[in-house]
């Protein structure tokens, strides 16, 4: 594409010389065929002498490289991307080897591959992609557009609103982690709810989302979960949530809109986290949090606090040196 095809298209600026752009690559990698982006201002130095053929960037830099500049430039980039990379295309239809029951409702647009099982009752809606190995409960509705890559599970009443993906490995509906004492072993409490998904969910490889013991496990919309996410029975969890991972949330959670939960956080069960909240990597919430909130740690404190904190843990050798020198001249003191 030329630089002024891509400058037009993102609403933007060309500034220097227009010529054909055949991809988007990195700062330190890319070639005078390549576009690159400057999102981060730390990395100013590099973009002045990369040997991309072009940059996006925010603000013009002095450099003989050609620059297009728009108001995002990570989100521009990501627009070139889909530019330049479009989404593989999927021939519609059903695969001889897939197992469809007769009862199940298959879009003539929908793309179903080799040894996927669709059970009774359920609908896949249009242009619906699933890859092989999927498995399709009963009664599962799928909406427009979602995409199921290999060996996703879906279990029997679940729901996914359109325009989802899942990748490899997700299972959608297993039973929560619910049993009960009864004297002499652990008895198993039925699991009777469902999972329902939101629009635009993107979930990652490996994540596990537990249904609900009476009524549903409910994920908003525009959720992005990374791989191996816990999500434990009865939780919600709010529109435009970002769930990275290794992080669990136990059952009976709220997690609010817009909340921000780091790698390898937990959530303890009937916690109540408010909209807008930011937890950092390895903390571990057990009480609510109120909206708006950075926390840290375990258990979580505010941010900054946790900063402090570990500042003094790490100088807690020294500090000891320095109670324990005080402790020996006031000894002496004493004795004198």
Known sequence: MLLSDI???????????????????????????????????KYKDKALITRAGAILVGQELETDTPQVVVDDPYLAFSQILEMLHPPKQHAPGVSSSACVHPDAEIDPSACIYPLVYVGAGSKISGKCVLYPGCFIGEGVTLGEETFLYPNVVIYDGCSLGKGCILHAGVVI?????????????HKKIPQTGVVILG????????????????????????????????IGHN?????????????????????????????Q????????????????????????????????????????????????????????????????????????
């Open 7 to 41: 400058a037009h298209m993102l609403e933007g600026k060309l500034v220097g010389n227009n010529q054909e752009i055949f991809d988007v690559s990195t700062i330190e990698e890319a070639g005078p065929s390549d576009i690159t982006f400057l999102a981060n201002p």
């Open 199 to 230: 629009d635009f969910v993107e979930i990652g490889s490996n994540c596990t989302i537990d249904r609900a013991v009476l009524t549903s496990t409910l994920i908003g919309s525009d959720v992005k979960m990374d791989n191996q996410v816990q």
């Open 173 to 185: 509906g297993s039973d929560g982690f619910g049993f009960v004492w009864d004297g002499h072993k």
């Open 265 to 336: 956080v937990g959530v303890a069960g009937h916690i109540k986290v408010g909209d807008g909240c930011t937890v950092a990597a390895r903390a571990g919430i057990t009480s609510d949090l109120a909206p708006g909130r950075i926390v840290s740690g375990y258990p979580e404190m505010d941010h900054k606090h946790w900063l402090r904190v570990q500042k003094a843990y790490k100088d807690l050798p020294d500090l000891l040196k320095r109670i324990r020198e005080l402790e020996r001249r006031l000894d002496a003191i004493d004795k004198d």
């Open 235 to 263: 939780v919600r969890v709010g529109d435009h949530t970002i769930i990275v991972a290794m992080t669990g949330i136990a059952g009976s959670a709220q997690i609010g809109n817009n909340v921000i939960l780091a790698g």
